[in-house]
């Protein structure tokens, strides 16, 4: 089994004798580590060892999300206390398993270098993402701009690096989101770190050159799309674009996307952005598309220029749903702009109908539905 082209560790076969009492000892073992954490917690021993404690627990099981929520008391409660000894610097993926670390500085560093191993086994672990974007915000409330500013630089570094090992990992493009926002805001935003850092500038451009390349690396990028979504609107508000600019934007991304389109038309995340860029055509929405205010002829030219790419593509994709359901929901947007009735392409807009209850008939209700609006009648459901 593989996600994203990733493969999963496969689990070992059935389990000698040796190896099940082996497995047994390591679960005895974990359930009284997990037993102590909890008693300490529950006397308010937040120290150091409890967090040396907590981090075997995580290092056997970082889906234990309640263990992470005790790692966060314990830490509060180190970073309420001044420093008393210099700061120190903890090796990597050390974390809190040797020495005393006193300044906030390390207590924050060393968690954090705690965690690139668990995130590089468990990449999409949701619960090692919340807590290190938890402690870069500790970085911002308990050390000096300057200090926290550095922090949350490098962590464009690690995503980086994750997303190069999965470059489709929601995880990994999400945090990257709330890094980049962090980044722009106001909370590491000082006059006096703005010029030689950057802070509190729009990265925008940089995260729209970002995603091209993640894109041309590999189509298939459902997360990289999305993310193009989020930024092109920004992208045209701050280049103060008029509509020109904005037309010549919709028409990169219409290349863009009809060039992925052709080479592998099976693909779902590619559609999602087509219909993305398409609401630019349907005034009932285009409102918030990034050329809102287009003429209906324009819009009308648009729509039939992508109905002439689409029954292209059929010829080389008959068997793609995908491209029937767009030849269907443009058709229909061609007519509603123009002002005409479906009574002259009702029989291709049956057919494509039809093609769909063969190619997908779990969704036989779907295609009932439309064959109302519609007012078309097709053949009955394909048996299941």
Request: with cysteine.
């Amino acid at each position: 089994m593989a996600s994203h082209g990733v493969p999963r560790t496969r689990s070992a076969g059935a389990k000698t004798g040796n190896a099940r009492l082996i497995e047994l000892d390591n679960i005895k073992e974990y359930q009284s580590l997990v037993e102590l954490v909890n008693t300490k917690i529950r006397d308010h021993q937040y120290t150091i060892e409890t967090l040396d404690l907590i981090s075997k627990v995580l290092k056997w099981n970082p889906e234990y999300y309640t263990i992470w929520n005790h790692r966060r008391l314990v830490l509060q409660h180190q970073l309420s206390f001044p420093a008393t000894t210099p700061p120190t610097e903890p090796t990597a993926g050390q974390g809190f398993n040797k020495g005393r670390y006193d300044s906030p500085l390390d207590l924050i560093t060393g968690d954090l270098q705690f965690l690139v191993p668990l995130l590089r086994k468990f990449p999409k672990c949701y619960w090692i993402w919340n807590y290190r974007l938890w402690l870069l915000q500790q970085s911002t409330a308990h050390l000096f701009i300057a200090t926290a500013l550095k922090l949350w630089r490098e962590e464009l570094g690690l995503i980086d690096k994750m997303l190069s090992l999965d470059s489709r990992n929601f995880h990994g493009w999400g945090y990257r989101r709330t890094v980049i926002a962090a980044l722009e805001s106001s909370g590491l935003d000082r006059k006096d770190h703005r010029a030689s850092s950057g802070a509190g500038w729009s990265r925008v451009e940089d995260e729209f050159t970002y995603t091209t390349k993640m894109i041309k690396t590999d189509l298939s990028n459902f997360s990289a799309w999305h993310s193009r979504t989020k930024l092109i609107p920004r992208l045209l508000d701050e280049r103060k674009a008029d509509i020109v600019t904005r037309r010549g934007t919709l028409d990169d991304e219409l290349a863009l996307i009809k060039e992925a389109l052709y080479t592998d038309p099976y693909d779902q995340s590619l559609w999602f952005y087509h219909a993305y860029l398409m609401c630019t055509f349907d005034p009932k929405i285009a409102q918030g598309s990034m050329v809102p205010n287009l003429t209906n002829g324009c819009r009308v030219g648009y729509v039939i220029k992508e109905l002439e790419m689409l029954q292209d593509l059929r010829e080389c994709a008959e068997d793609c749903k995908w491209v029937y359901q767009a030849l269907l929901q443009y058709t229909t947007l061609q007519h509603l702009l123009k002002g005409e009735s479906l009574a002259a392409v009702k029989g291709d807009l049956a057919q494509w109908l039809s093609e769909l209850r063969k190619l997908d008939p779990l969704r036989n209700g779907r295609w009932d539905d439309l064959c109302k609006n519609l007012d078309v009648e097709t053949e009955g459901p394909t048996p299941i």
